[in-house]
């Protein structure tokens, strides 16, 4: 029989890993990335970017980071050398096509609409239906059309399309004298380039997560005082100064199982329910004390930057934020390189931009939104179907069982689009259980049993995580989820040895290297 062939899209961690996982199954994959190198968003970013969370909790669980590595958060080229390493080590290379665009997917099956079962029959490949990839080669100008037998999805969400405030008529970016973009124009320039680009300017950075922090911390050391750096965002979320608490590894809070027990899980049962309950306060009491570590380490008061809620909110948001270095960033803001300003809304004029609220002009070179993606919509038009847009569109959350499957969407799979605190690990175990699905280990429910657990999965987010609920982020509950998917795929979920190893020691990946 021949060898199925299985197209993926992007060749981003997650890409990677859905090809290694297919290969070791036994099936054809063909990776295409329209850029002209693998690894997603570590191959193009900026200069001073690391790793935001211990690299023992962003590894591959079969090919751990080498000794040479020694710091516990490696920087973007260490991180992009470990990515090249891993693939040339299980021989992916030669199954990714770079430069390689898909414009757009089409389905030639029957159609969804009377399913009982996913796929009509269960089955990840049904008698009838295939795939048509549409792909556009960069270096040659030419298209061509595959024909393959499952598609996995593996774009990611934070990258490609960005995500732009929208401005009254005369009020936005046209009437700047100066420079807008979006921070991902900014990380895909050259480090020296990006360097002269900003120095002796006034830059005004708009919002204050990862990639607004990177960037306003790259252009106070580049231009001091002299031309300040502002930082305009809206709202304030939690700022840790380290991984450690008192001495405690902040990774046995975040991804310990008797965190997870603490806190009320899709589809748990009623012990669950009631050890959750009873729990709540513990976790009440861990969360206000990383708090108050937090205030005490850090002056966030002083620059009124203490967040109107809870730390537990931005962990199942993906918001809480690891600054590195922070005495660097907060001597930047006293001596006047970096100033911030808390804003809900401005509008530009012809000098920068003008906060209406404080009746503040600041005046700017260059606006840099760090802004964010819109993932869901670069997800959406992979597809050439009106109607597939609007299954993957219509709703304010992705409707995926297990962050995988869209039970109205025909062999198809998304991989790495739900995220977790550490994105890597998330994405190990999500490509473990699609390719164990693939090979007819996993078997599904019925399409109603799988939008029941859907529905089930978007009020958890909708509670925990408010109005962030869209984003998808698994913060809190990665081990809940990665233990529906081992007794998915048949697997023990209980991975370390002894009781208190269970329920105390941080969950990561090297525990799910062995089934």
Known sequence: MDKKQIAIVGAGIAGLLACKYCLSKGFNPIVFEFESDIGGVW????????????????????????ASVTDDFPTQQEMIDYIRSYATHFNLIPHIKLQSRVKGIDYDGPSSNTWSLWNGTGEAFPPEGKWNVTVENAQTATTQVYTVDFVLLCVGRFKDVPSMPQFPAGKGPE??????????????????????????????VVGFGKSGLDIARECSSINGPEHPCSIVYRHDHWKLSGWFIWGIPLVDIMFSRSTMLS????GEGFLLRLLATLLS?????????????????????????????????????????????????FDAVDKGSI????????EFYEKGIFISDDNIHIEADIVIFATGFNGVDKLAHM????????YIADSPRVPLYRESIHTRIPQLAVIGFSDGLSSLYTSEMNSRWVTALLEGAVKLPSVKDMQKDISRWDEYMKRSSGEYHT?????????????????????????????????????????????
């Open 43 to 66: 191959a193009k970013t900026i200069k001073t970017t690391r790793l935001q969370i211990p690299k023992t909790m962003y590894q591959f669980s079969d090919y751990p980071w080498p």
């Open 281 to 329: 306060p513990v976790r009440w009491g861990i969360m206000t004390l990383v708090e108050s570590y937090a205030k005490m380490t850090l002056p966030l008061s002083k620059f009124n930057m203490v967040p109107q809620h809870s730390l537990a909110k931005d962990i199942s948001s993906g918001l809480v934020l690891n600054m590195p270095d922070p005495d660097n960033f």
């Open 383 to 390: 597809f050439e179907s009106r109607t597939f847009r609007h």
């Open 175 to 204: 009437v700047f004298r100066g420079r807008a973009m979006h921070s991902m124009e900014y990380a895909a320039m050259d480090h020296d380039k990006a360097e002269e680009f900003v120095k002796g300017k006034k830059v005004v």
């Open 263 to 266: 806190v009320h899980k899709p």
């Open 471 to 515: 984003r998808s982020v698994l913060g809190g509950i990665e081990i809940w989820y990665n233990d529906l998917l081992c007794k998915d795929m048949g697997m023990n979920p209980i991975r370390k040895k002894g009781l208190m190893a269970n329920l105390f020691e941080a969950y990561g990946p090297m525990d799910y290297a062995q089934v």
């Open 339 to 346: 100033k911030l300003k808390k804003s809900p809304s401005f």
